[in-house]
């Protein structure tokens, strides 16, 4: 799953320094910002009868089409954006700003291949752990480099975690220093075999741009 980083780098929507969206306030053939005497509830450059502002924590069309754009070509600036979007300048960076403070969008880091790096076997370990334990071993397992992800579930153990190595040997490295701590009690392990379906999210901003 892609990490989620705060920092927007140089070029991307948000940095003072991006090479395409700054020193400019819009653009020709850009939509204006809806003036304030406007009807509420439509944005600017969408149509009619889509929901801005609204109380909820739904994103509308225009946030779902900012999110794809920013999705396929991370690297765009915020005026470029605009351009591709047909909205204000000012509309995209405000969207920007509401999506990232209420989480929707993490950040604008790389999405970076565990394989890529050496790391090819991909495997999910399920955790027992004793009880009182849980602040003890998420730090544990915090410190393990290969441990991706953390979750704590319910059904027959506490957490499961995304775990990778170099091969099925160093596998068994990677296990050992999982478990090797006294608040774990009991462990079980699967190696991901193929991933047909790569973590993604635009389907479900789609979906939810459409609701």
């Given at each position: 799953m892609p990490p989620?980083?705060?920092?927007?780098?140089?070029g991307t929507p948000g940095s003072s320094n991006s090479t395409t969206g700054h020193g400019h306030s819009g653009a020709t053939g850009v939509a204006p910002e809806v003036p304030s005497g406007?009807?509420?509830g439509t944005a600017a450059g969408a149509a009619p009868g889509v929901a801005v502002g609204s109380t909820n924590d739904a994103?509308?069309?225009l946030d779902g089409r900012l999110i794809r754009?920013?999705?396929?070509e991370p690297r765009i600036g915020v005026l470029e954006c605009s351009?591709?979007?047909q909205v204000a300048r000012g509309t995209v960076q405000a969207r920007l700003d509401r999506l990232q403070a209420r989480g929707v969008i993490g950040g604008f880091g790389p999405e970076v291949d565990p394989a890529a790096l050496g790391y090819p076997?991909?495997?999910f370990a399920t955790l027992e752990i004793s009880q009182g334990q849980g602040a003890d071993v998420r730090a544990h397992l915090a410190a393990v480099p290969e441990v991706l992800e953390l979750h704590t579930i319910t059904g027959h153990g506490d957490m499961m975690v995304r775990i990778v190595a170099r091969s099925n040997a160093d596998l068994q490295r990677v296990i050992d220093r999982v478990v090797g701590f006294d608040?774990?009690?009991?462990?079980?392990t699967a190696i991901a075999l193929e991933n047909p379906?790569?973590?993604?999210?635009?389907p479900l901003v789609d979906q939810a741009a459409a609701e």
């Open positions: 989620a980083h705060a920092a927007s780098s140089p406007s009807a509420p994103i509308d069309a754009l920013l999705a396929e351009r591709r979007l076997v991909t495997a608040g774990i009690v009991r462990s079980s379906v790569p973590y993604r999210i635009l």
